[in-house]
C-alpha cells in the first residue's frame, strides 16, 4: 500500500461504563468489557422525559473507558498512523499500548492524535480511552446552567489514518476570484516531512465536476521540506463555472495531490462549492441574488440516545430542515457532526455555525478552550460551501469587550472568506455593543434594528408554558402555536432591516434546566423530540414553491371540539373547502400576506361529524386535495420504521413510528395510552415499554448488533385494538478493519 488509507475505527469497540485508570494498560483484562460500536452512548436513557428523565441527567455524567485491539499489516513498518475522533463527551485521554497519546477537552469538536510512535507493526495494539463525561465548569457549555443536554460517549465518529513519512495536514480551498462567469481556486496546503531527512515536495490540485471529469488542474512549484511547510496557489481559470446555490448545490471534488519525486504519496478529496455571497444592511446576498433567511435551529439529539447516531440519522435532519421548507439552519449552539454540515452542502442550505456555549463565559482556562473550540471549529469547516459567518459569541451572553474582540479577530485569521455574527439576549438589545460583523439578536423583531446586517437568530417564544405547542395541542392552540411562527416570518419577509430569522426550534429536545416545567422537554419543535410533524411544520411547508411539489394541509383534526376557523396551509392560488362534500367556499390566501405563500383562513365552518376536504387551485387549475377526517373510536395500531434495512455493524439504526389510528386509519389525535413493545431478534430495542402515547403517536429505536444479521420482528400492542407490527431486515456487515 502507498498512499493514504482511511479506515472506519468504528467498530468491535469494548466498554466499560466506570472508572478503572488500569483499563489504560496494554495488558490489562478487558474480557469482561461489553461489545459497542461507535458512536455510543455512555448510558441509554431509560425514558424521555419528567421525573423519570431527571436522574437521567445525572446518571450519564460518569467516567468510563473505551478500548480497542487492532493489527496493522507489518509491511507497513514505516508509515505513520493516525487516530481521529470526531466528538467526545466530554474530556478524552487517548492511550495506545498504556502509553499517553493526548488528551482533548470538548464536548463538539474533534481531535486527532499521531500514535505512529506507540503503535506496533504486525503485532496486537490496544487503543484505550478514559471519557470523563463528568460536569466540567471550565469547558465550554458548561459552568452555568445549560438549557439542552450534554450526554456522555464517544459520540461520533472514528477512524484510523495511515499515510507515508510525509503527507497532506491541513487544505484549505478558497474562491478568491469568481463570478457566473469564471473563477479559479486557490488551494492553502500544509504538509508535513516526519522523515529525519528534507524532502523536496510539490502540490497538485485537480478539480472534478460531478461526473468525475477533469476541469482544471494545477502544481505548487517545489519546495524543500524540513519538518513541515505550506503551500498556496491558484488554479487556472474555470470559464463558466457552475455556481452552488440553495436550487442548485452543485459540489465539485478537488484531488489534493502531495507529490514527491514524481510519485503522489498522499491524496486528499475535498468538496467543494463554487458562491460567492455578501451581507449587506438590506439583505443576504447569494450569487448577486437577494435571499432571505427562512431559518430554523436545531439542536443535535435525539430521545434515549443523546447524541451518539449513525451518520445517516444526522444526514435525515438536514434533510428534514430542507424538506420543512427551510433554506437556512442555525447550529445552535455548537459545532454540529460532520455528516449533518456534509449534507447541508449536498442539498442546499444555508448554515450559521456558531461555538459551543450558553449564556456563561468563564474565566482565564474557560476562555482558552473556548477560542481553542473556535479554532478547531474553523478548520474542520471552512472549506463548507453552505457555511456562511461563524458565530464568536456566546449564545446571549453578555457583552465582554476583550473576549469577543479577541474571537472575532481570530476567526478572520483563520477564515478572512467569512463573517462572523455574534448572538444576543433580548434583555441586552439596547445596551449592547457590535463587534462582530452580522448583529444577531433574540426574540425582538424591531422596525429598524440598533445595528446592521441584523438577522432575528431565534424567534417564536410565546407558548413555551402554555401548552399550545405540545405534540397533543388542541386545533386552537396548535393554530395559535403557528401564529406565533408565521407572524415572526411575516415580520422579516415585510423588513428590508432584517435579512431573515431561524425558528426556536427544528425539534423538540431534552434540556437540564427545565424552567418551562415540562418534564424536561422543551417542546418549541416544529417536530416533536421523536422527529413526527405538528402543524406549524405544514406552514413552512407551504413557503415552498409549488414547482417543487404543491403543498396542501388542513390544520384541523376536524372534531367536535374543532374551532370554526380552519386555516390552511399550502403552495397554491386558491383552496376551496368542503365539508361532507358541500363547498363552504373557495378563497384567495388571507393570512400571514408577507410571506410567500400565506395562509388560507375559513371563518364560521361549522362542524358536522366526517370529511373536511381542501382542493387546491394552481393557475386555475385543481393541484392538491387534502382530506381531514373525524376520528372515530380507536381501532389499531400502526408500526413504521423510517428505514426498513439495517446493517450490522453494531450501530446502524432507525426510529420506528407508533400510531394509534380508526377503522378508517385515522389517527386519534389526542390518545395517550399505554402501549407495550416487543421486539424480537438480532438487534437493540432502545425506548421505552411500555410507553404513553402522546398525540395518538410515539417512536422507539433499533440498532444494529455487530455481526449479527437476519430479521427483526417489533410488535406493538395496547388493549382492545389490533396489535401493529413489522419487520427489519439486518443485512451483513462487510465493512470494518482488516
Ligand atoms: C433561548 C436560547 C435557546 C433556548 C431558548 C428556549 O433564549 O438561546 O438556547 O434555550 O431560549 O429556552
Redesign the pocket.
Given at each position: 500500500m502507498t498512499g493514504r488509507k482511511v479506515m472506519n475505527f468504528n467498530t468491535e469497540w469494548l466498554y466499560l461504563p466506570s472508572d478503572d485508570p488500569g483499563a489504560r494498560l496494554a495488558g490489562f483484562d478487558d474480557s469482561g468489557f461489553e461489545p459497542v460500536g461507535i458512536p455510543h452512548a455512555n448510558t441509554v436513557l431509560g425514558a424521555h422525559k419528567g421525573d423519570d428523565f431527571q436522574k437521567y441527567i445525572e446518571q450519564y455524567r460518569f467516567v468510563s473507558w473505551y478500548r480497542r485491539h487492532f493489527t496493522l499489516p507489518g509491511d507497513w513498518a514505516g508509515k505513520r498512523v493516525t487516530v481521529g475522533f470526531e466528538g467526545v463527551a466530554t474530556v478524552a485521554d487517548v492511550y495506545v499500548n498504556g502509553q499517553f497519546a493526548g488528551r482533548h477537552k470538548g464536548a463538539y469538536t474533534g481531535f486527532s492524535f499521531d500514535i505512529t510512535d506507540y503503535v506496533s507493526f504486525g503485532s496486537a495494539n490496544v487503543i484505550a480511552v478514559r471519557v470523563d463525561s463528568t460536569r466540567h465548569a471550565d469547558i465550554p457549555p458548561e459552568g452555568g446552567e445549560v438549557?439542552?443536554c450534554l450526554f456522555g460517549g464517544i459520540v461520533r465518529n472514528v477512524t484510523l489514518t495511515v499515510t507515508e513519512p510525509a503527507y497532506i495536514g491541513d487544505v484549505f480551498l478558497t474562491a478568491p476570484v469568481l463570478s457566473a462567469e469564471s473563477g479559479r481556486v486557490r488551494a492553502a496546503v500544509s504538509v508535513r516531512n516526519t522523515a529525519d531527512a528534507k524532502k523536496s515536495l510539490s502540490v497538485e490540485t485537480v478539480i472534478y465536476d460531478k461526473k468525475g471529469a477533469e476541469v482544471t488542474r494545477a502544481v505548487s512549484g517545489a519546495a524543500l521540506v524540513a519538518e513541515g511547510g505550506s503551500f498556496t496557489f491558484d488554479t487556472p481559470e474555470i470559464a463558466g463555472p457552475r455556481l452552488w446555490s440553495v436550487d442548485d448545490p452543485y459540489l465539485y471534488t478537488a484531488a489534493v495531490n502531495l507529490i514527491e519525486n514524481g510519485a503522489t504519496v498522499d491524496a486528499v478529496e475535498t468538496k467543494i462549492g463554487l458562491r460567492w455571497f455578501e451581507f449587506t444592511d438590506t439583505g443576504f446576498y447569494l450569487n448577486g441574488k437577494m435571499l432571505k433567511l427562512r431559518g430554523v435551529?436545531r439542536h443535535e439529539q435525539w430521545p434515549w440516545q443523546g447524541r451518539a447516531v449513525p451518520d445517516k440519522l444526522q444526514a435525515r435532519d438536514a434533510d428534514m430542515v430542507k424538506d420543512t421548507g427551510f433554506n437556512a439552519v442555525r447550529c445552535?449552539?455548537y459545532p454540529q457532526s460532520p455528516a449533518f454540515l456534509s449534507r447541508c452542502d449536498e442539498i442546499g442550505l444555508i448554515v450559521f455555525e456558531e461555538a459551543p456555549g450558553?449564556?456563561y463565559v468563564g474565566d482565564g482556562g474557560w476562555r482558552e478552550i473556548y477560542k481553542d473550540n473556535i479554532e478547531e471549529m474553523i478548520i474542520r469547516d471552512r472549506n463548507h460551501p453552505s457555511i456562511v459567518t461563524w458565530g464568536v459569541r456566546v449564545?446571549?451572553s453578555w457583552d465582554d469587550r476583550e473576549l469577543y474582540t479577541s474571537t472575532a479577530a481570530l476567526a478572520k485569521a483563520l477564515d478572512p472568506t467569512r463573517p462572523t455574527h455574534g448572538?444576543r439576549?433580548?434583555e441586552n438589545y439596547d445596551s449592547t455593543e457590535m463587534i462582530e460583523d452580522i448583529f444577531c439578536a433574540?426574540?425582538v423583531y424591531p422596525e429598524e434594528p440598533r445595528f446592521s446586517p441584523f438577522i432575528s437568530?431565534?424567534h417564536s417564544?410565546e407558548h413555551?408554558t402554555d401548552g399550545c405547542n405540545l405534540p397533543w395541542a388542541t386545533d386552537a392552540q396548535a393554530m395559535e402555536n403557528t401564529k406565533s411562527f408565521a407572524d415572526a416570518v411575516n415580520y422579516y419577509y415585510g423588513s428590508d432591516r432584517c435579512l431573515g430569522g431561524f425558528a426556536?426550534?427544528m425539534f423538540d429536545y431534552n434540556?437540564e434546566?427545565n424552567?418551562?416545567r415540562t418534564g424536561h422537554v422543551?417542546y418549541?419543535g416544529m417536530y416533536d423530540i421523536f422527529r413526527l410533524d405538528k402543524p406549524v411544520a405544514h406552514f413552512y411547508r407551504a413557503q415552498k414553491e409549488w414547482t417543487e411539489g404543491v403543498e396542501l394541509y388542513i390544520a384541523s383534526c376536524w372534531t367536535p371540539d374543532s374551532p370554526s376557523e380552519v386555516e390552511v396551509y399550502g403552495n397554491c392560488d386558491e383552496v376551496e373547502l368542503l365539508v361532507n362534500g358541500r363547498s363552504v367556499g373557495k378563497i384567495k390566501p388571507n393570512l400571514y400576506m408577507n410571506v410567500p405563500h400565506p395562509a388560507f383562513r375559513f371563518e364560521n365552518v361549522s362542524f358536522e361529524a366526517g370529511t373536511l376536504t381542501a382542493v387546491g387551485y394552481v393557475n386555475g387549475r385543481e393541484a392538491a386535495r387534502a382530506e381531514r377526517r373525524t376520528p372515530g373510536p380507536a381501532a389499531r395500531l400502526s408500526v413504521v420504521p423510517d428505514y426498513g434495512a439495517l446493517t450490522a455493524d453494531g450501530a446502524d439504526m432507525t426510529s420506528v413510528t407508533v400510531v394509534l389510528s380508526d377503522e378508517n386509519g385515522t389517527r386519534l389525535p389526542y390518545a395517550d395510552e399505554r402501549v407495550s413493545i416487543a421486539v424480537d431478534g438480532p438487534a437493540d430495542f432502545i425506548g421505552e415499554t411500555p410507553i404513553a402515547l402522546e398525540g395518538g403517536r410515539a417512536a422507539f429505536m433499533i440498532r444494529s448488533r455487530f455481526r449479527r444479521a437476519g430479521t427483526v420482528t417489533c410488535t406493538v400492542s395496547a388493549e382492545g385494538v389490533e396489535p401493529g407490527k413489522c419487520e427489519i431486515e439486518i443485512i451483513e456487515y462487510d465493512g470494518g478493519m482488516e
Open positions: 438549557d439542552y435551529n445552535s449552539h450558553w449564556q449564545n446571549e448572538v439576549r433580548n433574540n426574540y437568530s431565534e417564544w413555551w426556536w426550534s434540556n434546566v424552567y418551562t422543551f418549541s
